[in-house]
């Protein structure tokens, strides 16, 4: 692989996979040097073979974790052996390559299990296509990877879940069926009652992720055909839209805002989980979360009617009042203004805010992580954008956001890109895919991350 097919391969094919992650340059290398190592400041540094001359320096803002550089080092064994042929039909390298990346990611999590978990998830892939009695399938499996079944004459995973009844023994979240790491049959697992364990993880399989611990791995197939794959207590991967994803947590909520107080922590993983939980719930969503000195100035893109905390009110109403003084606004026709010139809850009752009452009065002076995650889930998908101060206070859900004239994108992408110049924005698509976007130094809104 020369060094312009290695730079197009990092660029394509890992990158995209560890979010917050790009190519930083590169340093002189010599034959002593692995193809595959840690670097200084959060860095990876990686080459074809043992003699290339220089090393590509892959960075992000977190330290990569073990598990990471051994995924880094499987695929770019896989892409060695590829590269070595000579293919001219461009499909079929890139299905290999697929095959290449599925092999890499099962292998960093376990050497003894991989070749039982790639044969189930390519069954389970021939299931994503098919239905049962009219019906999408949802399926759970667990590998266990210490307790083997040593019967002669055992049924192994090939024998059953290709068959139509199968669809009927499973559903992926409480329910599963067990084999070894062989592939035999190992029995059923209810998963009702499980002992409560810290999880990173959609919230409707947070019972799968309790269960996985590092001697088993669980695989979900959703009835939208992607396949899910659980260990060390957290989501790790999924197949989604055709595409292996990485879900490296940490990373994104640490782009989620530069604060490192314990109440900031205590936000941004609850905003991450919000989104994670809209994503795997195949829900749309908008969720904007404020700098500490940006939150007057994101006011003025949110409508009174729409802010469910009585201080921002406060805040907004004296933005109004003192807009409406001024000179260039004095002779401007008033019937499509609000008044602002009462109190909160008069400005309620007088333009009929049902929604904002009712959620103020659900929410009931809570911050956004004091909430219940299947609540936050359902507010964060009501048709608008759910707006967080810094300290956690929710401003607004479902606030129709007055963007730029000439923004770009659908009216979600348009209005989270607008209000990340005040803070973070996360836009939630119906297919899962969640983006990140914040604005540089120079205020320019760019993408900080893309997962899913």
């Known amino acids: 692989m020369d060094k312009l097919q290695f730079y197009d391969f990092v660029n394509k094919l890992i990158v995209p996979l560890f979010t917050g992650s790009y190519v930083a340059g590169e340093t002189e290398s010599s034959s002593r040097d692995l193809e595959v190592a840690l670097g200084k400041r959060n860095s990876v540094l990686l080459k074809p073979s043992k003699t290339d001359e220089y090393r590509i320096i892959l960075k992000r803002g977190q330290a990569f974790k073990s598990f ?39 292998e960093s999590v376990t050497d003894t299990a991989s070749e039982t978990i790639i044969g189930i998830i390519s069954v389970l892939e021939k299931w994503s296509t098919r239905t049962y009695e009219g019906n999408n399938v949802s399926m759970g499996i667990f590998v266990n990877l210490s307790a083997l079944n040593e019967k002669e004459k055992s049924v192994s995973y090939i024998d059953i879940i290709d068959n139509d009844f199968f669809a009927r023994l499973t559903d992926g979240i409480s329910s599963f069926i067990e084999f070894d790491k062989n592939g035999k049959l190992n029995g059923y697992v ?102 500490k000195d940006k939150t007057r100035e994101a006011l003025q893109h949110i409508d009174g009617a729409d802010i469910i905390s009585k201080p921002h009110f406060e805040i907004k109403k004296q933005i109004e009042i003192e807009e409406a003084g001024k000179l260039y606004n004095l002779n401007k026709p008033k019937e499509n203004e609000r008044d602002y010139n009462c109190s909160y809850e008069e400005f309620m009752d007088k333009y009929n805010c049902i929604k904002s009452k009712s959620i103020a009065t659900i929410i009931s002076g809570k911050k956004l992580y004091e909430l219940d995650r299947t609540l936050l889930e359902e507010l964060v998908a009501i048709d608008g954008a759910m707006v967080v101060d810094f300290d956690g206070t929710i401003i607004a859900v479902g606030a129709i956001i007055k963007i730029e004239a000439g923004s770009l994108g659908g009216g979600r992408l348009a209005a989270t890109k607008n209000m990340a110049k005040y803070g973070v924005g996360i836009k939630v698509s119906q297919d899962g895919v969640m983006q990140g976007y914040s604005a540089d130094k120079h205020g320019r809104v760019k993408q900080i991350f893309n997962v899913g």
């Not at 001219?88 to 290999?96: G, I, R, T």
């Not at 993880?201 to 939208?224: E, F, H």
């Open 190 to 291: 209810n998963l009702k009652s499980t002992k409560f364990a810290p999880t990173v993880s959609p919230y409707m399989y947070d019972r799968v992720a309790r269960s996985c611990n590092d001697k088993r791995i669980g695989i979900v197939l959703t009835t939208k055909g992607d396949i899910l794959i659980f260990y060390s207590r957290q989501l790790m991967f999924a197949k989604r839209n055709g595409r292996w994803c990485v879900y490296s947590h940490d990373e994104v909520i640490r782009l989620l805002y530069s604060n490192v107080s314990y109440t900031a922590k205590q936000i941004r993983r609850a905003i991450y989980n919000t989104a994670l939980d809209c994503s795997f719930g195949y829900k749309g969503a908008c969720i904007i979360y404020l700098n």
């Open 68 to 106: 990471e550089v051994n995924i880094i080092r499987a695929i770019l064994e896989e892409m060695t052996v590829i590269s070595s042929y000579d293919f001219n039909n461009a499909v079929y390298l890139q299905k290999l390559q697929g095959v290449a990346i599925e092999k890499a990611l099962i």
